[in-house]
């Protein structure tokens, strides 16, 4: 607890294209209850190279995630926004609460499963344990909160496992974090296969709305998104197509289910999904220019870049000290 609020920790990769999920699954919500918590937003990069990564595609694109974050509302006084390679902590506690991490529990993480499937040549130590740097993110800040989207479920799961195993030897040394889910949008379908989530890292682009999209472009995959025969628009399991296409109507406009099937009731797919495509413009089209504006202001930019990673740094440097005392690392000598 910071200033008698709670404290919520979340990062999103600087990896591929960030997707209309990304947005309406995290970082809209973060806007809606930064005002509730003390909030760290990073940049995680250090869990981007688990992939190969292109260095200068890697900085650039981690640059235009942390204007994301700004241009979608987050205000950079109040909200400690920075890359997480700036604060060396996450490496160190990473290290530490991989001692304290078994190899059955990371052998079960859905993700690794399926991230070594599709990355078959490079099934490297780091994306075993990435769950453990995931957890040293959300504890050295102390975490009340974490808002993700579904798929981070687990690795939320795995974290509140390890701070409560370190505090069961130790003492009361983390707070064992809760997961924060959006009401609307925790898990984004992807278009062409609505049993999917959608996903930066799909095959078929047309799955995918992207935000960096142009209105044309957000039309199409719209008009084309998959649904069924029915010919109702009902939100129901068995339209799986309709009902995500439900959701992210839901999600950009703020409507509730019923609002939305009445206000469609009687009308096809083709209006439904014309009317889906303007709704999703109408939130990214903003949020790209405000972040084109964003990453012209070089010194802006970069003086958050450098006040935030100081004041992560010092809230992290706490813990990792309380965590270095317990387990038995000497003391540093103060001169
Ligand atoms: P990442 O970068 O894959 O995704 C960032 C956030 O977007 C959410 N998300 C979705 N939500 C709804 N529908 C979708 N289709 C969809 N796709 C992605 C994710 O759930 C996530 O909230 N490991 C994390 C990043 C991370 C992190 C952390 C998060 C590193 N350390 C500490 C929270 C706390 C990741 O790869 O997210």
Known sequence: MLDGKKTLFSGMQATGNLTLGNYLGALKNWVTISDEYNCFYSVVDMHSITVRQDPATLRKRARIL?????????????????????????????????????????????????????????????????????????????????????????????????????????????????????????????????SKKMSKSDENPNGSIYLMDDKDTIMRKCKRAVTDSVGMIRYSDDQPGVKNLIEIYRACTGKSVDEVVK??????????????????????????????????????????????????????????????????????VRQ
């Open 66 to 194: 942390l204007t994301l974050y700004l241009a979608a509302g987050l205000d950079p006084e109040k909200n400690c926004i920075y890359y997480q390679s700036h604060v060396s902590a996450h490496g160190e506690l990473a290290w530490i609460l991989n001692c304290f991490t078994y190899m059955g529990e990371l052998n079960r993480m859905t993700q690794f499963k399926d991230k070594s499937a599709k990355h078959a040549d490079n099934i490297n130590a780091g994306l075993f344990t990435y769950p453990v740097l995931m957890a040293a993110d959300i504890l050295l800040y102390q975490a009340d909160v974490v808002p993700v989207g579904i798929d981070q479920m687990q690795h939320l799961e795995i974290t509140r496992d390890i701070a409560g195993r370190f505090n069961s030897i130790y003492g009361d040394v983390f707070t064992i974090p809760e997961v924060y889910l959006g009401k609307v949008g925790a898990k984004i379908m992807s278009l062409q296969d609505p």
């Open 263 to 332: 206000e469609f009731d009687g009308k096809g797919y083709g209006d439904f999904k014309t009317a889906v495509g303007e709704v999703v413009a109408a939130v990214l089209i903003p949020l790209q220019e405000e972040q084109a504006r964003l990453m012209a202001d070089k010194a802006y930019i970069d003086g958050i870049i450098k006040g935030n990673a100081e004041k992560a740094g010092y809230y992290a440097n706490k813990t990792l000290r309380k965590v270095q005392k317990k387990i038995g690392f000497p003391e540093r």
